[in-house]
T-cell receptor
Framework: AQSVAQPEDQVNVAEGNPLTVKCTYS??????LFWYVQYPNRGLQFLLK??????LVKGSYGFEAEFNKSQTSFHLKKPSALVSDSALYFC???????????FGQGTELSVKP | GAGVSQSPRYKVAKRGQDVALRCDPI?????LFWYQQALGQGPEFLTY????????KSGLPSDRFFAERPEGSVSTLKIQRTQQEDSAVYLC?????????????FGNGTRLTVT
């Protein structure tokens, strides 16, 4: 079965430092991987996706993610964190049978000034 | 509208009451999804429509949950005889065509509290 795992419940970063939010996937075949962000009392917002092509994917708000097939990972990164990046981040995998996205448990990112 | 609209924003129901949650997807979006999100958890898939056809309802937790999209646009998620474990945020999302690369656009959700 396809699934994604986010090993960290929380990530703390100082403003201006680089940030990484981790995601690993478990799938047979080619994964379709996504990152979403959720601010308090809001729905999820699409950040970026990997379908095929370049392993480094660039998305909204300066975020990028690197697809690593050998490590089955799709970590979210940003070179310089902002306080406003503080939110809940979800990795998701597209489950081919049924056309649905399966989400990880989420990682809370906290960026301190 | 510009985005996915869900109503009501908050709903408090007494245990045993029926509730109906509404979703207005982005105009022209073919696919519509319902997810349930418990506090501090990731969204859990409930059901999925392609136009008016309900293609997957494998995530509905019990036969008390029912969803419909009769004209292929607005959708309603109905929960009968609500239980406390139904308390959660219910998220609706739509996508242009349901293809794997087509991102989901989410509404702000309906927070259901069953007392």
């Amino acid at each position: 079965a396809q699934s994604v795992a986010q090993p960290e419940d929380q990530v703390n970063v100082a403003e201006g430092n680089p940030l990484t939010v981790k995601c690993t996937y478990s799938v047979s075949g080619n994964p379709y991987l996504f990152w979403y962000v959720q601010y308090p009392n809001r729905g999820l917002q699409f950040l970026l996706k990997y379908i095929t092509g370049d392993n480094l994917v660039k998305g909204s708000y300066g975020f990028e993610a690197e697809f690593n097939k050998s490590q089955t990972s799709f970590h979210l990164k940003k070179p310089s964190a902002l306080v406003s990046d503080s939110a809940l981040y979800f990795c998701a995998d597209y489950y081919n049978q049924g056309g649905k996205l399966i989400f990880g448990q989420g990682t809370e990112l906290s960026v301190k000034p | 509208g510009a985005g996915v609209s869900q109503s009501p924003r908050y709903k408090v129901a007494k245990r045993g009451q029926d509730v109906a949650l509404r979703c207005d997807p982005i105009s022209g979006h073919v696919s519509l999804f319902w997810y349930q999100q418990a506090l501090g958890q990731g969204p859990e898939f409930l059901t999925y429509f392609q136009n008016e056809a309900q293609l997957d309802k494998s995530g509905l937790p019990s036969d008390r949950f029912f969803a419909e999209r009769p004209e292929g646009s607005v959708s309603t998620l109905k929960i009968q005889r609500t239980q406390q474990e139904d308390s959660a945020v219910y998220l609706c999302a739509s996508s242009l065509n349901g293809e794997p690369g087509s991102p989901l656009h989410f509404g702000n959700g309906t927070r259901l509290t069953v007392t």
